[in-house]
């Protein structure tokens, strides 16, 4: 689940073990159970630790954390021309037989959407009024 960074100190997840996916809903982390041997499902959370990990019923060797742009201590912000979600990962530290044996990480994470909105109007036959729709496209 870890490789050595090309500095021969860092250490960091192998390719697919730790994922966001950014969506109109939110934002879905994933992440593999070997790459946080030792910690405790509960203490896998975001920002709101009410937001905690669930196992992953499409693959259970993975975690998984969702987040609507409003819930779980997301925000939503405009920045550089751009819609941003964030929110932090927070992993707890490991214990083995009782015994920490690691650190707690906090991993920050942000989806950025295009703020560009397509306007549509429609009118009703009968009515003349119109109705206003407006669809934000995703970036993933």
């Known amino acids: 689940c870890w490789t050595l960074g090309d500095d021969g100190k ?3 997840f ?8 950014c969506s109109s809903a939110g934002a879905e982390i994933k992440i593999a159970k070997c790459a946080v041997p030792g910690v405790d499902q509960s203490a ?7 937001c905690a990990a669930v ?8 975690w998984k ?8 201590g997301s925000t939503f912000a405009f920045a550089d021309e751009k819609l941003t ?6 992993i707890g530290k490991p214990t083995v037989g009782g015994r ?13 959407y295009n ?8 009118l009703l036959r009968e009515r003349a009024s119109s109705l206003l729709m407006v669809s934000l496209p995703r970036q993933v």
């Open 10 to 12: 860092t250490c960091q």
């Open 14 to 21: 192998e390719s697919g073990k730790a994922t966001v996916t």
């Open 44 to 50: 896998i959370n975001l920002i709101d630790t009410k």
């Open 55 to 62: 196992e992953d019923s499409e693959n259970t060797d993975f």
């Open 65 to 72: 954390i969702s987040t609507g742009f409003s819930d779980c």
């Open 85 to 90: 979600l964030s929110n932090t990962l927070m």
């Open 100 to 112: 920490v044996v690691g650190r707690q990480y906090n991993i920050d994470f942000a989806c950025n």
């Open 115 to 122: 703020n560009v909105a397509s306007l549509t109007l429609v």
